[in-house]
């Protein structure tokens, strides 16, 4: 019997993937869960094994091209009787799939989400906080921040949203909390999920959690991604203050700056006469 494997779905807001690398030819023997081929997302690159055993016939698709999700990749001959596939269409089993930190794609997203957000008004508030008193009792201005946020957003749902094309917008219950993350490959977005129901040391420990599979290149592709709200941060960067840019579709985003200095305007002075 002949298998058709398409691209499967990668997770919510994926809709295609570039062909990186092939890990068989045609003509070779596979088993269940052996390697097939390395894709590239706008999140992670994945590598998708095989759902049959069987000999691999033609790839439909050459390395380095991008196809939508649905696309048949290869097709696989195999004496399984689950892999009938009715009319010669393709399955749409979605094996489990190991993820790589991103190799190809990663800069171009970034680039292409800018030029995205630049068509987008931004409107800057600046507020100074004193977090010491969050240091001393052991939570770090990141997490205050988080925390904060998420109260918020639960105050003022209108920015818990997600801009349509059509103009309208999209209101969220829950809280998908985004945190944009730094890494080897550049900047991804691990998303923790119902932010919300979490309180603040399970909120620290979820932040703490996703955002070193990130790091790592652990974080699938669905956990990078589906945020309705997303903070930014430059880290250990020396810097007063930073402007973030809402990614689409959210409508917000909330950019935050930690520093161990306050920061005070030099008093006025007297002017020089010419």
């Known amino acids: 019997m002949r298998h058709r494997f398409a691209l499967p779905d990668l997770g919510e807001g994926i809709a295609e993937g570039e062909v990186v690398e092939w890990l068989v030819r045609p ?10 081929v390395e894709v ?29 999700v649905g696309t ?20 749409d089993d979605a094996p489990a799939v190991a993820t790589r930190a991103p190799r190809r794609t990663g800069r171009e997203t970034i680039a292409r989400r800018l030029t995205e957000a630049a068509a987008v008004p931004v409107v800057t508030n600046v507020d100074a906080a ?5 240091k001393s009792a052991g939570v770090s201005p990141l997490v205050a921040v988080a925390r904060a946020v998420v109260m918020a957003l639960g105050e003022h749902p209108a920015l818990n949203a997600w801009a349509l094309p059509d103009g309208g917008r999209r209101e969220h219950d829950a ?8 890494t080897a490959s550049g ?25 070193t599979r990130a790091r790592e290149g ?11 709200f997303t903070i ?14 809402a990614s689409s579709p959210t409508c917000r985003s909330r950019s935050t700056t930690a520093r161990s200095t306050v920061w005070r305007p030099r008093p006025s002075s007297p002017a020089r006469s010419s």
């Open 27 to 36: 003509g070779q023997t596979v088993a269940a869960d052996d390697p097939l």
């Open 40 to 68: 590239a997302t706008d999140k992670v690159n994945v590598v998708i094994p095989s759902p049959v055993a069987g000999e691999v016939g033609d790839l439909c698709v050459a390395a380095g091209e991008v196809v939508p």
């Open 72 to 91: 048949v990749l290869l097709e696989i001959a195999t004496d399984e009787p689950a892999a009938a596939i009715a009319d010669g269409g393709a399955s």
């Open 130 to 134: 004193d977090f010491e008193a969050v």
């Open 175 to 182: 809280v998908h909390l985004g945190i944009a993350t730094q």
């Open 187 to 211: 900047l991804v977005v691990p998303v923790v999920r119902d932010a919300d129901r979490l309180g603040t040391a399970e909120l620290g420990h979820a932040l703490a959690e996703s955002t």
């Open 218 to 228: 652990r974080a699938a592709p669905d956990e990078l991604c589906g945020s309705t």
């Open 232 to 245: 930014t941060s430059p880290g250990r960067s020396s810097t007063t203050g930073t402007w973030s840019s």
